[in-house]
């Protein structure tokens, strides 16, 4: 029905400009390698549901690691499900619709996204069990 792999492993790279130069920031995140509902079931709330206990897992490792990021690669049609939990497209010029606009068919690109687990903590996302049940009665 559905099913979901995540990694934390990597580091993700940021490049900030000060007067004095440019230079990088490592921040450790985790990537959503694998997540999906099987389409019989999509549109059930199922795939929120299981997100709500991933960002809580995600909170977890943050409370423990410091991760700061969740990265995912999407395809086409799952861009918007994602935005709706509070993704973001890593360059928002490169969507699915800007493709679409000059004819290109965007079912074998993907389209990199990431969430900051300050974002998750302000939509009240917490490492503790009892806001995964709060989350569950709201579907």
């Avoid at 995540?6 to 400009?17: E, T």
């Avoid at 990537?31 to 997100?51: E, S, V």
């Avoid at 409370?63 to 928002?92: A, H, N």
């Avoid at 690109?109 to 049940?133: A, E, Q, R």
């Amino acid at each position: 029905m559905s099913w979901f792999l995540f990694l934390n492993s990597w580091l993700f790279n940021s490049k900030y400009k000060k007067d004095d130069g440019a230079y990088t920031v490592d921040r450790p995140y985790i990537n959503l390698a694998y997540f999906a509902i099987d389409q019989k079931y999509q549109g059930q709330g199922i795939g929120r549901a299981l997100m709500m206990e991933f960002f809580s897992m995600c909170m977890v490792i943050n409370l423990y690691t410091g991760v700061q990021l969740i990265y995912l690669e999407s395809v086409d049609e799952s861009v918007g499900f994602y935005k709706k939990l509070g993704y973001q497209l890593v360059d928002p010029r490169k969507s699915p619709e800007a493709y679409q606009e000059y004819g290109n068919d965007t079912s074998e690109i993907p389209f990199p996204m990431l969430i900051k687990t300050t974002v998750l903590n302000d939509m009240g996302h917490t490492p503790y069990s009892s806001n995964t049940l709060q989350h569950r009665l709201k579907i």
